[in-house]
């Protein structure tokens, strides 16, 4: 039987409260202010990009951590860039910046295990993806 993920509930205002069901934390997401919004929170297509950073990311970890390798302190940088006809998300550009010291065979393989995360194979292969690695 499928368990449900999270809950939405429209707010008004262009507003919505996202509870995710096993922990009870939640997303606030508003329309942003060049789409009839207020800008006041995450919009539903910042979440989109934002969740891809957060899943290379996370996935990164779990490779770093099946090495013994500690990741912490990489930062990651989102930009979305939206098209037209229809109103899409056209470009997700996140600079990952990894602040310590690695060698070529590490730096490879974290590279290659981002490209491979659930969100960057979910998306449609038509929206460009740009993963750059600034090591630092």
Request: glycine share 6%; net charge neutral.
């Amino acid at each position: 039987m499928e368990k449900i993920t999270s809950k939405v509930v429209y707010l008004g205002g262009l507003r919505t409260e996202a509870t995710h069901q096993k922990s009870g934390n939640q997303i606030i997401t508003d329309a942003p202010t060049d789409n009839n919004g207020k800008g006041e929170a995450f919009s539903p297509t910042d979440t989109v990009a934002t969740a891809l950073a957060s899943c290379a990311l996370t996935i990164m970890g779990i490779k770093a951590e099946s090495m013994d390798w500690d990741i912490s302190g990489i930062t990651a940088e989102v930009i979305k860039v939206m098209g037209t006809g229809p109103r899409r998300i056209s470009k997700i550009k996140i600079d990952f910046k990894i602040p310590f010291k690695t060698d070529d065979k590490q730096r490879k393989l974290l590279e290659n295990t981002a490209k491979t995360c659930p969100v960057f194979m979910s998306l449609h292969p038509d929206m460009e993806k740009e993963l750059n690695f600034i090591w630092e």
